[in-house]
């Protein structure tokens, strides 16, 4: 596609349930990230993958936090059992693997944990 | 502790007046440093950033920043602001060979 999507836009949840987020990549990025950014903050790191390398999951903030990235596509993030503190904007980014390289961001899920 | 630091929460600037965004760090080693631009229900996006040379970098929408290693900053500057550029903005800087390490952001508003 012509930039990074991410499903769904907004996600309504109680508290205890699981969710699932997506994203969906530009084409060719072989990088991707998650972040979360609550009200007020920064960008907090979540988790990094490329290609076919171990993911970097030291962001993610506790073992209910999980994420795959499927083919080198696709990406989910999974929350279990979850938390009103969890409630936030969780974004996608991906880029052309090095660190100077810019990151293009999906316009996010908010996720809402009564 | 390597560290981005926003010291305004928010930056309030007459529309047709220069604006600037503050932006400080605190790395190791020589740091590439970004701008992002989060509009209003919209993605974050790119607007410029520092790798080497030129300490003054341009960017979108007639934005610039400038670094300067021996204060350590990288502020963004636009000589005359125009409503539409009423955004969130953060820095950030590369902290390893993959991530960033993101300021808090600022609040630009600018009023007509």
């Known amino acids: 596609g012509a930039g990074v999507s991410q499903s769904p836009s907004n996600k309504v949840t109680e508290k205890g349930k699981d969710v699932e987020l997506r994203c969906d990549p530009i084409?060719?990025?072989?990088?991707l990230y998650w972040y979360r950014q609550s009200l007020g903050q920064g960008l907090e790191f979540l988790i990094y993958?490329?290609?076919?390398?171990?993911?970097?999951k030291s962001g993610l903030p506790s073992d209910r936090f999980s994420a795959e990235r499927t083919g080198g596509s696709v990406s989910t993030l999974t929350i279990q059992r979850t938390q009103q503190e969890d409630s936030a904007v969780y974004l996608c980014?991906?880029?052309?693997?090095?660190?100077?390289?810019?990151?293009?961001f999906g316009p996010g899920t908010r996720l809402t944990v009564l | 502790a390597q560290s981005v630091a926003q010291p305004e929460d928010q930056v309030n600037v007459a529309e047709g007046n220069p604006l600037t965004v503050k932006c400080t760090y605190s790395?190791?080693?020589?740091?590439?440093l970004f701008w992002y631009v989060q509009y209003p229900n919209r993605g974050l996006q790119f607007l410029l950033k520092?790798?080497?040379?030129d300490n003054l970098v341009k960017g979108s929408y007639g934005f610039e920043a400038e670094f300067n290693k021996s204060q350590t900053s990288f502020h963004l500057k636009k000589p005359s602001a125009l409503v539409s550029d009423s955004a969130l903005y953060f820095c950030?800087?590369?902290?390893?060979?993959?991530?960033?390490?993101w300021g808090a952001g600022t609040k630009l508003i600018i009023k007509p």
């Open positions: 950030a800087v590369s902290h390893s060979n993959y991530q960033l390490i």
């Open positions: 790395v190791s080693g020589n740091p590439y």
């Open positions: 520092y790798i080497t040379g």
């Open positions: 084409s060719g990025h072989t990088a």
């Open positions: 993958f490329q290609g076919n390398s171990a993911p970097d």
């Open positions: 980014a991906t880029t052309l693997a090095a660190s100077y390289n810019e990151q293009f």
